[in-house]
């Protein structure tokens, strides 16, 4: 069943695999969010409840992945290939404690060749291509 712990098993396979040598400097937490129509996923700065964090800056990071994907019969490789994707900006210092590499996250085909290099050229080849011929019919499908 693909649920919050599922994603969290899966957030710490693709860390073992592609990003052994990366250094994670916060917390990396990992859940479902709301259905969207463009958007797989996304991280952000969790500050929590606490207004000390908030004051001494001190935050997790938390991965969003889009609700469409619990459904089972969508493949793996799109959740995996995301978890990846939203690494990638961790790594680059987006919602993260790190330095940040670039002013903006997207330039230059960062994230793209970033996965190359952490070997997973194959798996987001293997996305884009899925997503063309079939994110249309998902979202119409999902009444989005």
Not at 28 to 55: C, D, E, H, M, P
Not at 89 to 103: A, I, K
């Amino acid at each position: 069943m693909r649920n919050n712990q599922w994603l969290e098993s899966r957030l710490e396979l693709i860390q073992k695999e592609h990003f052994a040598d990366a250094r994670f400097c916060n917390n990396v937490t990992i859940k479902f969010g709301r259905r969207a129509r463009t958007r797989l996923g996304s991280i952000r700065k969790q500050y929590g409840r606490s207004i000390l964090n908030k004051l001494t800056n001190h935050y997790d990071s938390e991965i969003l992945i889009n609700g469409i994907f619990k459904n089972e019969e969508l493949p793996e490789f799109l959740i995996d290939a995301t978890i990846g994707h939203e690494l990638c900006h961790y790594v680059h210092g987006f919602s993260s404690p790190l330095p940040q590499l670039s002013r903006y996250p997207h330039s230059g085909r960062l994230v793209d060749k970033e996965m190359i290099n952490r070997g997973m050229g194959d798996m987001l080849l293997t996305q884009k291509k899925w997503l063309k011929n079939n994110w249309i019919r998902i979202i119409k499908e999902n009444k989005l």
